[in-house]
């Protein structure tokens, strides 16, 4: 049995994947969706990056997790990417969603130059968090409105720490066993950081022909695309 560990990525909870679960419980695998510290249903709690790799590890180690998915969207790339080599032979597979990736020393902002300044910013007049996506934000990511408004109704400020500090690898990426979903109303191709990942033989590509959220656009595909990489239909 694998146990599907699932984070959503900036503004999100565990509730984000709820239409992703039926399917992957139906298939009689563990699914175990994480809120962040300093999101959704824990807001209020302090968090920097660290404190959300530790998120993970900790629910991987308590539950004492094996033939775990980690899978990350979005901005939880950075710390899924570091908590997967802190799990040892716990782990059997990354997915990341569409996300960002960790580099060593690097941090979720240094990874993104034509939008840093903008995040800075608005980390600095909102008390230190990342105020929530709005709608327009959601518009040509093939979401339906009632999608969008669900999204957006749903996210919550994000700690700014976190998309700050510096990335710290405990094991190379490319020697980790992963799959990265690019979605491809969200542009075309990967990041060059994850293009070179993909020069790996460890690494596989699957598109998607959906927005930045699929999770809520398609979540029946993205739960195939997950089974998939958990090696069914293989």
């Known amino acids: 049995m694998t146990n599907f560990v699932l984070v959503a990525g900036a503004w999100l909870g565990s509730w984000a994947w709820s239409n ?26 302090k968090a920097g990056q660290q404190t959300h790799i530790d998120d993970i590890v900790g629910h991987v180690e308590r539950l004492d997790l094996r033939d775990v998915v980690l899978v990350g969207h979005s901005y939880s790339g950075i710390p899924v990417g570091q908590a997967a080599g802190r799990i040892g032979d716990r782990l059997a597979r990354m997915v990341l969603v569409d996300a960002s990736v960790p580099v060593d020393g690097g941090s979720f902002v240094s990874s993104w130059p034509e939008g ?10 909102n008390d230190g968090f990342w105020p929530p996506l709005t709608a327009a934000d959601c518009a040509g990511q093939g979401l339906t409105d009632e999608e969008a408004a669900r999204l957006v109704a749903g ?9 700050t500090e510096p990335a710290v690898l405990p094991t190379p990426l490319d020697g980790l066993p992963a799959t990265y979903v690019k979605c491809l109303l969200d542009g075309d191709e990967p990041s060059p950081e994850v293009a070179e990942l993909l020069k790996g033989e460890r690494w596989e590509l699957v598109t998607m022909d959906t927005g930045h959220w699929p999770m809520f656009s398609r979540p029946r595909e993205l739960a195939r695309v997950l089974l998939d990489a958990a090696g069914e239909g293989r």
């Open 116 to 125: 840093r300044a903008q995040v800075e910013a608005a980390i600095a007049a």
């Open 20 to 45: 992703v679960l039926p399917d992957l419980r139906a298939a009689g695998h563990g699914v175990h969706p994480l809120t962040l510290s300093g999101l959704a249903d824990r807001q209020g709690v």
């Open 155 to 163: 996210a919550t400020p994000h700690p700014g720490a976190t998309l």
